[in-house]
Each structure stands twice: as C-alpha cells, then as structure tokens.
C-alpha cells in the first residue's frame, strides 16, 4: 500500500510539473538553441552535450555511465552527523572531494578504482564552468539516462565544493555486514535511509560492475544485463550460488549462479536478510518500482550535505531514458528449484526460462 500512495504520489506531482511547466515562462539561454526554467540551468545542455559525445560514446549505457554512477555514491555518503556529534569533521556530502581530493579520498580501500573515472572525468570538469560537485552528480545522471528503462534522475546546480577531503571508513564495503550497511546509511542520511531505502538504493546495481573484487578480473557484471535498468540483478541475487567468475575467495565476493558474473557478499546477505527480503524480492518483474524507487533516494542522496534552498533543479536537462527492453526471467540453464527463496511473506513470482544453453555473462 505505501508503495502505491508512493507512486500516485509521484505521478500526481509529475502531472502538476508538467502542467506548471507550460505556465511557466521559460529563459532563452546564450546558445541560441535551448531555454530553461531557470537562466542557472542554460550551462548544463554544452556539459550535457559534451558528456553524451565525448564520455559516453554518443549516448551509450557503457562502463563510463556504470562508473560515473558509482562516483555519485561514493562522493555523496561520505558524511557522518556522528562524527560531527563527536567533535570531528564528518565530511560533507556531495561536495564534490572524492574529485578534489583525489589523491587522498581514491586511496580509501571501498574507493579502489574509482581513480580511473576521476580522471577521466577532470578535463569535462576544467572546461566547464560548474562545481565538481554539481559535476559528479550530473554527470551520473546523464550516464544513467543512457539506460534503457532507467529513470531519469534528478539534476541541481549550486552546490558547495569541499574546502578538505572526507575521513575514510564512510563508505560502505561489499564485506560489510546488513547492520554496518544500514548504520552507515542512517548516519548518513540522518535516518532517511532506512534497511527498506538501502534495498532502493542498491537498485543501482543493475547497471553496475566490479573491477577490484577480483584482482585477476575486471568488468564483472553483477547481473546478465548491464547495459539494461531492469529487475534482473534483484532475480539472480536470490538464484543458488554456484562458482566464482575468477579465483574466488576475496574479500567481499560469494559464490555466483553464471559465469562471467560476480555477487558481492553485501548484495547476497542484504537479499536474505529478514528486514529486507521481502523488499528485495518486489523488485522482481516490477519495473516502475525500479524506476520510481531509485528516482527518489537519488534525489536525497545527491543533495547530502548540501541546503536544497540554496540549489537550483536543473532535472530538465537531463534526458528521458530510452523505455524497457526484454522481459524479467530466470537466465537459460535456470530454473525456479535454483532460487533461494528468503521472504516467507510472499510466493516468488513465477517467471518465463529463456531458451537455449546455460547464461555466461560478458564483461563490459
């Protein structure tokens, strides 16, 4: 029930946004081909332009969009109420550090990789006139928007840059417990992010990939469809773990039901946790809670550590991802006996077997 008061509530607020949208007077910006609601917003469409041609391939739901994606995460947690309770500086949000302070903050073990797309990332930066931090952020969400079936998240300008970099230990890591998870999160979000906003959070990972889990391997999807926003990842995270895609035994990583595909040891105990195993099986074959969920804790989490009155929303600009493809199933060689099933509320959906010899996943 309180999912679907959510979403009337979102699409009520969608309609009125459109309506007022008509009604609102729109600003010619200085490029002479766009306008906006706000004159703060003219400067994204050349960044937006320039990401979509020159970082992300034209527009491609690529590992520069997965990675841009887990930079806004990364950037936006570090901050801890607790710490500045303690006396300490506890970070501040999405204020752009893990960029500024990179040297320091891409050292941290949970951000291990993440030097990569900082750098790429860097020269967009020094020729455009926007902070870092609004940077990380927008750039994450023109990278999702490349998705197809991804919603299209929500974009602000006029954040503060970081002034020093964040402590570590704020980011969580795939060796976690559900309870560190959850602690970390709460503190982070001053209690917003809730084990039920956790589970919304990690939607993310349908898109996304691990290049230093496994040493000797890198691109590791963590469901069979990468390139797609859909409920795969909350349908193989619950299939009977099998092998390792590499090695095996790292920190952080459990056994996996196809090749080519990694699960993380957090996204595996999250999933069967009785505070969230419920929540993470509603997911499956319900793509507008996988649109709409995600939406909204984006929103919060890319504005951490900021003042929203201080912000202008600039989410226009962003373009409307590409619809769905596909449908929700049980990969090749799979069938309903290989699912684990963790929430004794409510039967697992029944889902079509794709055809043909056992999934392997590809790196991307």
Do not use: Y
Request: glycine content about 8%; proline content about 8%.
């Amino acid at each position: 029930m309180a999912f679907k008061n959510l979403i009337t509530l979102v699409s009520i607020a969608a309609a009125l946004t459109g309506t007022n949208a008509a009604l609102t007077r729109r600003v010619a910006c200085p490029d002479g081909k766009n306008t906006a609601t706000n004159a703060a917003c003219c400067q994204l469409f050349a960044v937006r332009d320039d990401l979509q041609q020159n970082m992300f391939h034209g527009g491609q739901c690529t590992a520069e969009a997965h990675e841009a994606l887990r930079l806004t995460f990364h950037d936006a947690i570090a901050i801890s109420p607790a710490l500045e309770a303690q006396g300490k500086f506890g970070g501040g949000g999405a204020d752009g550090s893990i960029a500024i302070f990179s040297e320091i903050e891409t050292a941290f073990h949970p951000n291990i990789g993440l030097d990569e797309v900082v750098a790429l990332q860097k020269p967009f930066i020094a020729r455009h006139n926007l902070s870092v931090a609004d940077f990380i952020q927008f750039a994450g969400a023109i990278g999702v928007s490349n998705c197809p079936g991804a919603p299209q998240l929500a974009a602000f300008v006029g954040r503060k840059d970081a002034t020093q970099p964040a402590p570590d230990g704020l980011v969580p890591e795939p060796f976690h417990t559900p309870d560190q998870i959850f602690d970390r999160l709460a503190d982070a979000s001053q209690g917003e992010f809730d084990p039920i906003l956790t589970v919304w959070l990690l939607t993310a990972h349908t898109v996304a990939a691990a290049n230093d889990v496994d040493p000797t391997k890198s691109g590791l999807p963590f469901d069979s469809t990468p390139g797609l926003w859909d409920t795969q990842f909350f349908v193989e995270t619950q299939l009977r773990g099998t092998s390792f895609p590499g090695k095996g035994g790292n920190q952080g990583e459990v056994e996996s039901p196809l090749a080519g595909e990694i699960r993380l040891q957090s996204d595996h105990t999250i999933a069967r946790d009785s505070r969230t195993a419920c929540e993470w099986q509603s997911f499956v074959d319900n793509q507008p809670k996988a649109q709409a969920m995600f939406q909204f804790v984006f929103h919060d989490l890319s504005i951490l550590g900021q003042n929203i009155d201080d912000l202008v929303d600039c989410s226009e600009v962003v373009p409307v991802p590409p619809p769905p493809q596909g449908r929700t199933h049980l990969p090749a060689g799979m069938t309903h006996t290989d699912i684990e099933q963790a929430c004794a509320d409510t039967p697992f959906p029944t889902l079509p077997i794709d055809p043909g010899p056992k999934t392997a996943v590809a790196p991307v």
